[in-house]
């Protein structure tokens, strides 16, 4: 390979990733804006909070759904095809938005953007394992990634919030995320992307039901449902938790849910940071136990210490998510990335779904948000003696080991 030619890989890599980190940013706007849109749609449709929060479960069905039957997209039609798919079908669904009126049309919409996030999610997830040196550098790449997520997360509530300022209808968060989303298109037909790498066997749903039954899936997609359990405590149910609270400190309530988004995206950026130098069992359970004294503290301390304690935790959450991904996707051949990301895909959707309905029904069956609070905190006891149990035993060093071998070159997957 001539120096030229290096070059232009080297910048092209570069264009990738940055057009990687702006997609997650781009339908976290949306996603994440969903808790301060929920109470105008009550306002305008005069919905009860099960129906209105459809908004949530529309797109977190469609993803998991997405991700389970189409996953294996972009190991059979390649990455690039994958990622432009669905990106064309979420800017079309979310320029519908402008011209949309009524709640139903409004949930079918939010549940095609969900299918069509899954499509290209899967196929950005797969394409990380393209482009990376390692599994190491897989899964800093993938707490970069999932810091893009974070800015995302903060950036779509802030412009719902000045269009609702500014006498503007909320739609217009989802007609900026379809502006940006085909600039994004377009980019990504201009971009090229790396060869495909590894043997292609024909893959389709199949594919992906045999990926699921692989232990090493089953045992990643579990801990990212317990994490994913955890974390909507904070965005579904943090508020309802502090709401009333009118004692010391009660102005850190109002900001308690941003400080935790601002955390959380900080956060992702620092662990790529820490875990390119230090081994990602012992990050994942220092972090793990650090949620589990946040939640635990909050518990016992009552509303004063849970807004202090529960948007700290997002400091620590931060880089669960996103090593378990990597570690689930970067433990199966390249080939089969897209298959397994959407295996994982589908289960953390699954929790975010189930995990705050359960909340919601212990807190009313024993009559407050409270008791909520301690199922989360059951959550992240079990995934703190799960992450524990790695540091200590390292079940899948050798299968970590023997991918860098074989789809890495021999580098490092500590």
Not at 137 to 148: I, K, L, P, R
Not at 193 to 199: D, H, K
Not at 269 to 296: N, P, Q
Not at 333 to 341: M, R, T
Request: charged share 10%; glycine share 12%; aromatic share 10%.
């Amino acid at each position: 390979m001539t120096q030229k030619s290096l070059g232009a890989r080297t910048t092209n890599i570069g264009l990738i990733k940055l057009m990687t980190f702006l997609m997650f940013m781009m339908f976290a706007m949306t996603t994440d804006a969903v808790g301060v849109i929920i109470p105008q749609i009550i306002k305008t449709f005069g919905l009860d909070l099960t129906a209105a929060g459809a908004f949530h479960y529309a797109t977190m069905g469609g993803i998991a759904l997405s991700g389970l039957c189409l996953g294996f997209l972009a190991d059979r039609v390649g990455r690039k095809a994958t990622i432009i798919l669905g990106l064309v079908g979420f800017a079309a669904a979310a320029l519908v938005f402008a011209v949309a009126e009524r709640f139903a049309v409004f949930v079918v919409l939010l549940f095609v953007s969900g299918v069509a996030i899954g499509v290209f999610k899967t196929g950005a997830l797969a394409l990380i394992g393209d482009i990376s040196r390692s599994t190491r550098d897989h899964t800093a790449t993938m707490n970069t990634v999932e810091g893009f997520f974070g800015v995302g997360a903060i950036i779509g509530p802030a412009i719902v919030a000045a269009l609702l300022a500014a006498g503007t209808s909320w739609k217009w968060l989802y007609v900026i995320a379809g502006v940006l989303c085909v600039g994004l298109t377009v980019t990504a037909l201009l971009i090229r992307y790396p060869a495909p790498q590894g043997q292609r066997e024909p893959v389709n749903l199949a594919s992906i039901l045999r990926v699921a039954r692989d232990p090493h899936a089953l045992v990643f997609s579990a801990a990212a449902m317990l994490y994913v359990g955890v974390e909507t405590a904070i965005y579904v149910w943090m508020p309802t938790l502090l709401a009333g609270y009118r004692g010391l400190g009660v102005s850190l309530v109002a900001f308690a849910l941003p400080i935790f988004f601002v955390l959380r995206a900080g956060g992702r950026f620092l662990g790529a940071w820490m875990l390119v130098r230090l081994k990602w069992s012992l990050v994942l359970a220092i972090c793990a136990a650090a949620i589990l004294v946040c939640f635990a503290g909050a518990l016992v301390g009552g509303q004063a210490t849970a807004a202090v304690l529960l948007p700290l935790s997002g400091l620590f959450m931060s880089v669960v998510y996103p090593t378990l991904n990597s570690k689930g996707i970067s433990g199966f051949p390249k080939a089969e990335h897209g298959a397994v990301a959407g295996v994982i895909l589908f289960f953390t959707c699954v929790s975010a779904v189930i995990a705050p309905l359960a909340m919601g029904v212990a807190s009313d069956a024993f009559g407050g948000p409270v008791y909520g609070l301690a199922v989360a905190c059951g959550l992240a006891l079990i995934l703190t003696l799960a992450a524990l149990a790695n540091a200590v035993w390292n079940p899948f060093e050798k299968r970590l080991t023997s991918c860098d071998d074989r789809e890495y070159g021999g580098r490092e997957c500590e």
